[in-house]
């Protein structure tokens, strides 16, 4: 019901979307609060400078949402960004929106020239491609997904925390790839990614991924943060709404021996034993250097949320981009403030119209 008023208003009325989307993330803060979720409490003078800090930008900011990221951290900063800004406005200004179909699974080998996961096949609406994009009809599609063996069916557009990811294999029933495969929508179906040894020792059972925070700014592309997600149980997906673990990256690529969970809570190591203290992502170098150039190929995007693995070969493999938006809250949990040190420049570009 929320996404069609959501529609509905979008067509209808842009300020009144704005309206919706920001006073729909305030109450969502609201809803932590009252399910119990920890804020800091704040002195009356770091009130005021939170107040202080966003009416330079002309905004009113709400102090509760730096009590809520400094909760568990203690480290106070009125420079956090409130999700109610970031969604509504803030991305929406860092982004070339009428370009966000780029961020399509589908289009998105086209895009970067990245080494990226064997595709099998395209599914946009009715039509079927294999991974040169050439047509192929329903029969051809499913021998496709036969030989291979064992394919992960993911939407195009974003899955919004695992939703709609499926797992296949030639042991299951033909008739549920054959419904996914006439099925409305869009998807891509790919090849079970094998990872570095670091990765699936972690838990072998996910593809354990780097999500990265990329900004480009006086024309260099710098790394805001950096975070591990690791799968957890049962779990075939790294997200943390499936029950997922995240690790802190420093900017070398070693883990920070502590990291705070979108539940809150501190952990040092993963429930199968994987201790974050003293380990580095392999080929950490690689990663970045390949982000870096991947950057220039959606510059109209400015802030990216790029998630990566490591191969056997110790090659970078990117698993997808994310952009106008990704998932912030983990990010500023553990390494403070989205922007950090930038943070003055990019709300004088978002609000006051200077240069980036």
Avoid at 129 to 158: F, M, Y
Avoid at 290 to 301: A, E, H, L
Wanted: glycine letters at 6%.
């Amino acid at each position: 019901m929320a996404s069609n008023l959501l529609a509905f208003v979008r067509n209808f009325n842009k300020p009144l979307e704005k309206f919706v989307i920001k006073n729909g993330w305030n109450f969502r803060l609201l809803q932590r609060k009252l399910k119990g979720k920890k804020f800091k409490k704040l002195t009356l003078e770091e009130k005021r400078e939170v107040r202080s800090y966003w009416r330079r930008f002309g905004r009113k900011v709400s102090p509760a949402w730096a009590a809520y990221y400094s909760a568990v951290s203690g480290n106070f900063d009125p420079r956090y960004i409130p999700e109610s800004l970031y969604y509504s406005e803030i991305v929406q200004r860092l982004g070339d929106i009428p370009l966000t179909a780029l961020n399509y699974k589908n289009v998105q080998d086209q895009v970067f020239s990245s080494k990226q996961p064997k595709t099998i096949l395209h599914k946009s609406k009715a039509l079927l491609t294999d991974a040169q994009h050439r047509p192929l009809d329903l029969e051809e599609a499913v021998a496709a997904c036969k030989a291979e063996g064992q394919v992960i069916i993911k939407p195009s557009g974003g899955s919004y925390g695992s939703k709609g990811i499926v797992f296949w294999s030639h042991d299951d029933d033909e008739k549920t790839l054959r419904d996914i495969l006439q099925s409305d929508g869009s998807l891509i179906i790919q090849a079970i990614l094998k990872p570095h040894h670091f990765f699936s020792d972690i838990h072998p059972d996910s593809l354990n991924t780097l999500r990265l925070v990329t900004l480009i700014i006086d024309r260099e592309v710098v790394l805001l943060s950096s975070i591990l997600r690791m799968g957890s149980g049962a779990n075939r997906v790294d997200n943390t709404s499936a029950g997922g673990i995240l690790a802190v990256v420093e900017q070398d690529g070693s883990l920070r021996e502590g990291a705070i969970q979108i539940n809150q809570k501190i952990l040092s190591q993963h429930p199968d034993g994987f201790v974050f203290k003293e380990q580095k992502i392999p080929h950490f170098d690689r990663i970045l250097e390949d982000v870096r150039t991947q950057c220039w190929r959606v510059p109209g995007f400015r802030l990216v949320f790029w998630d990566y693995v490591v191969d056997p070969a110790g090659d970078p493999v990117l698993i997808e981009a994310n952009f106008p938006t990704g998932q912030i809250e983990s990010h500023q949990f553990n390494n403070g403030p989205l922007f950090g040190d930038y943070s003055d420049k990019v709300l004088d570009f978002v609000y006051n119209d200077k240069p980036l």
